[in-house]
């Protein structure tokens, strides 16, 4: 299946812009910055219009995720719109229990821990990413020639909350689980596999640019137990838009042991959290992979010329490699000044790609 005509890949929006040029590995007209967790958190025009909605409620609204998704790209000047959503939003759709409680994080009604758990997961129906859907079609309208890249929870991810049932510091239950019951833990990661990817394809069918998977927890995990027991969950996940021609970025946290790794599941673009100097991430990739990142949040809130001197680091150092993607190495800190941010854009868009 290949995407509608009226797609903006297709339609003359967003092929040539900074962020897809950036992405398929050419010289782009300027250099091309977005944030991870730019829709929401820090802004208050999002705080406002979140007031009295639950996270889960909010992501499932369309109108409201649409105009949370494009706060940031009217505020900052940002390449990209990011889909405003969360990784366990499949779970909510397949009919998972699962919220998000303030402060904690996503909590299941009950972990997913046995062979008996795992086949009594629902499937997640087509017709229940009707809402995805619409909010993406609503966000691209406004976009114009800025691309939206569709979200995804990579299948770790996903089953660490399954498991813990929470959210985890080490991640002890599914790092158990995939050698104390290998079967079980293949089941669940295909099925964290399928619905990550059905969420990401109604994404880039509805209209985004570019797909990210996102991986925050697999930094807890040693190369062979990423590449035996997660990396073909997370090719699975990929499976299911490849066909559709877009972009595919791939990131985790606390992963520069696996960026290789990170990369060979198939995909375009690699992320890179702000651990590891891009010029290192490129050699470690063999020079052959555009990268995206990686400015520490942590200089967000320091003075501005120490911020500017970091940032000219992370362009120069992402100058080696052969398409890179301003961002920053993890999210947008909530107590993150919005005009530091506009402030940011507008350096990176001065320096000469």
Known sequence: M?????????????????????????????RPVWFMRQAGRSLPEYRTLREGTTMLDACLDPAMAAEI????VRRHDVDAAIFFSDIVIPLRLAGVGVDIVPGVG??????????????????????????????????????GGTPLIGFAGAPFTVAAYMVEGRPSRDHLGPRTMMHADPEVWSALMDWAAD????FLRAQIEAGASAGQLFDSWAGSLGLADYVGHVAP???????????????????????????????????????????????????????GVPLQGNIDPALLSAPWDVLEAHVREVLA?????????VNLGHGVPPDTDPAVLTRLVSLVHSIEP
């Open 2 to 30: 290949t995407l509608s005509p009226t797609h903006p890949l297709l339609d003359g929006r967003t092929a040539d812009s900074p962020l897809i040029t950036a992405y398929r590995g050419r010289t782009p007209s300027r």
């Open 69 to 72: 998704t494009l706060q940031p």
């Open 106 to 143: 996503p909590v299941l009604e009950k972990p997913v821990r046995t062979a008996a758990d795992v086949a009594a997961l629902p499937e997640l129906a087509d017709a229940a990413l009707a809402p995805i859907r619409e909010a993406v079609a609503r966000t691209v309208a406004e976009l």
């Open 195 to 198: 619905a990550s990817g059905a």
């Open 233 to 287: 969950a997370s090719a699975r996940a990929l499976d299911h838009v490849r066909d559709l021609g877009a972009p595919l970025v791939h990131f985790g946290t606390g992963t520069s042991e696996l960026l290789v790794a990170m990369r060979d599941v198939g995909v375009d673009v690699v992320g890179v959290d702000y651990r590891l100097p891009l010029d290192e991430a490129n050699r470690r990739l063999g020079g």
């Open 317 to 325: 150092a992402g100058a080696a490699a052969p398409g890179h993607v």
